[in-house]
C-alpha cells in the first residue's frame, strides 16, 4: 500500500490544498466561500450526525426489497453493458482473504485485493473503449491513508488522475473514484442495503469530491458538463459491495462556514440525488471475484462512467453491445442452417423477452390429490406374481412409497438370494381406465416408462446413473383367471395389470433435502456429475428426460459407504419430435415453460435450478407460466444462480455461466469437458469414484 507522503508545493502541502486550505489561490469571493466550506467539514461523524434520520428513513427496505434512495442503475443497463463486456478479460492477481481469518494481516490483505480488483477493471475498461498504441493508461490506484485518519473515513483507496507524471502529488480534483473499505457491511446479510454511517461516510466524499471539481472550473475557467456532478463512491467488504451514487450542482450549496456540516446535509437532502445500491456478492469465499455478477458489475459500470467523466470514450457501451448481438445472431443464423441441412430435427426455440405482457396464464393447483388405487390392495407383506414374457417371478412388498407424482412399491425378488431391493410400478386396470383419471394415469405411467427403459436397453445405453429394467409384464391374480374369448381381462382387480420393475432403490434429493436442510458441497458435485453422466448417455441415443427435479433424482449408498446418483422417473421423456416435456413451474426448462418444446440444453438447465434449490436458493411461489419465466429472467439477470452455486464450488458456477450461454439456442451441450472438470473437483477432494 502506498502511505502518500506528498511534498510541498509553493509552501502548500498538496493534501491541505485537498482540504481546501488555499484561500490564496483563488481570489474570487464564491471560490474563497467555497475553499473556506471545504476545509471546514473535515469530521465525517459530525455530518452523519445531521443526517442519520433521514438516512435511516430513506435505507428502511420496502415490501419489494428496495428503498427510497433507489438503484444507481437500472437492470437493462446493467445487461446491455454485460453483453458489451463478453470480450473484455478481467484478469485478477491477488485473492480476497476469508471473511473468517482472524488474522491480523488479513485487513491488509483485503486492501490489497481491493487495490488489484480496482487497478484490474480500470485497465482492462481503458484497454477495451478508450486505448489506442500510442496511449498510456491515465490513471493509477493508491491507498490514502491521510484521508482515512483527518477525516474519520474507514480504509481509504483511489482512482487517481495521473498528473504530470507524478504519482505523489495527490489533489482531490484529480480522484475520480473513491473506495471505502468497510469492516463490515450489514454482516452477512446480501440484498440488504448499508447502514446510514457508511452512506453518510460515502456522502461526505462524494461533497469533498464534487467542490474540488467546481473550484477547478472556476480556477481554470472551463465550463462543467454534467458528468461533473456526479459522483460515485464504492462501499467493500471482505467479499461484498455497495455503490453509491450521488447527483448535484454543487452551485446550488449555500456553503455556509459558520454551520458547515448543517448547511452540507441541507444540499444533501434538498438538491441532490443520492442512488444506493443493495450490498451484493462480489468475491466468493474461495477470494475470487464474480465479475459477471450484479454486484461486480455495478463496480465495473461506476468506474466506466468516473473514467469517461475525465475523457469520452472511442468505442460506448452500445457500439460493443451492437457487435455482440449482431455476432451471436449470426452465429445462431449459422447453426440454424447446419441443422436443417444435415435433416436434423431439433426442438429450438428462441426465447423472447420475458418481461413483456404474456396472454397465457397457467394457473396451478399445488394440492396432492394423488391417491393409491384402493382396489388393488398391495400393502407390506404383500406377494405379486408377475408374468414376464415366458418366465414367472414372485415379489414380496415390503414398503409402499408415496412420492409427488406417483406411487412405487419396494420389495425383493423371493428368488434373489443376496435380497435386492427393486421398484414396483404397479398400473391400474384395464376395466378402470374409463372411468378414473386417476387409475388412467397409473396405467400410462407404467406403460410410459417401460416402453423407455425398454428402448434405452434395446439401443444398449448401460450406464448406473439411470435405472435398469429388471422385469416387465402384467401382475397374475390367484384363482382361474375367468376372462372370455372377446375380453383380454377378467372382473379380478389384478387381472392384466401392468407392472414395472427396476433396480436401484434410493432415497430422493427432496426427502434427504426436507430432512437434512442443506447438502454438502460434495455431495452437490457428485450430484452434478452423476445426472450429467446420465443425460449425457440418454441424449446420446436421443433422448431427453425433460422432467429433472428433486424427487426425480435419488441417492443410492453403496456397501463400501460410497453413495452415488441415479437419474430417475423416465416417463415423461422427450423420445420423438411430437413429444411434449412436462411443465413444472420451479425447475422446468425456459423453453419447456415458454414454448411446450425443448432445446439441446434443457436438462442440463433443469438440473441447474435443482443445484440451485439444494444449495438453499432461494425459489419464488410461481402461481402461472408468465410469473415462473419472470422469475427465470430476473434470476439469470441477475447472476442470483451463479452467485449461489459460486458458495459452493467454484466449478459449478463455471458450469452456470455455460448453460445461461446455451439457454434457447440450437447448440448442443459439451458434456464430456465438463464432466471431467467436476471430475477433477471431486479428485482434489479424494473422492473420485471408478
Known sequence: MLDVDLPKENGLNPMEVLDGDADVMHPDSRSNQL??????????????????????????????????????????????????????????????????????VSTTEACLAVEDFLCSVATSLWDAFWSSDDEEFPFFVTDVQKLSSRHNLPHCLALVKRHDKREDDVLWEHISEIVLLEGSLQGPTYESFPTSFQVSQAVFCALHLLVSRKLSHVRLSTSANQNVFTVFVLLVHFHGGSVIRIEGDISSLEADTVEVYKSAAVWVQKQASLMVSAVNKVWTTFGTVNWRDVGALQMLLATFYCIEQFRAPKKSILDLYSKQIFFSSQKVEQRRQEINGNNKNFAVALVSEIYEDSEDILEVDHRNTLTFPTFLKIEPGSLLWIEDTDRKKMLEVYDVCVSAEHHVCIGVDVDDEAKRPVNIFVGAHPAQLETS????????????????????????????????????????????????????????????????????????????????????????????????????????????????????IIRVAEANGENYYVLVEWGHAVLEENDRPKVNLIFSSTDALQSGRLCPASDIESLLYVLFYLSRGKLPQCVSVESALQWRYRAWSRRAIQQVLGEVSIVLKAFADYVDSLCGTPYSVDYDIWVLRINRALVQEGILRH
Not at 397374475?476 to 433396480?503: F, I, N, Y
Not at 432403490?505 to 433435502?513: A, K, N, Y
Open 35 to 104: 475553499e473556506q466550506f471545504q476545509s471546514r467539514l473535515v469530521d465525517s461523524k459530525v455530518l452523519h450526525a445531521e443526517l442519520d434520520s433521514w438516512l435511516d428513513e430513506g435505507l428502511a427496505i420496502k415490501e419489494d426489497g428496495s428503498c427510497a434512495f433507489g438503484e444507481p442503475f437500472q437492470l437493462e443497463e446493467l445487461s446491455q453493458f454485460d453483453h458489451a463486456l463478453e470480450e473484455v478479460l478481467f484478469p485478477q492477481v491477488l485473492r480476497m482473504p476469508s471473511i473468517a481469518s482472524s488474522n491480523p
Open 437 to 552: 383419471w386417476e387409475e388412467m394415469g397409473a396405467w400410462y405411467h407404467v406403460q410410459r416408462l417401460t416402453r423407455i427403459l425398454t428402448t434405452m436397453k434395446q439401443r444398449g445405453l448401460q450406464t448406473r446413473h439411470i435405472p435398469r429394467l429388471v422385469h416387465s409384464g402384467v401382475l397374475l391374480h390367484p384363482g382361474m383367471c375367468e376372462k372370455r374369448e372377446s375380453q383380454a381381462h377378467c372382473d379380478h382387480p389384478w387381472c392384466q395389470v401392468p407392472v414395472l420393475v427396476t433396480s436401484p432403490v434410493g432415497e430422493s434429493l427432496q426427502q434427504i433435502f426436507l430432512r437434512d436442510k442443506v447438502l454438502p458441497p460434495i455431495e452437490l458435485l457428485r450430484c452434478c456429475h452423476d445426472c450429467l453422466s446420465a443425460v449425457q448417455s440418454a441424449h446420446s441415443m436421443g433422448i431427453q428426460h425433460a422432467n429433472i427435479t428433486p424427487d426425480n
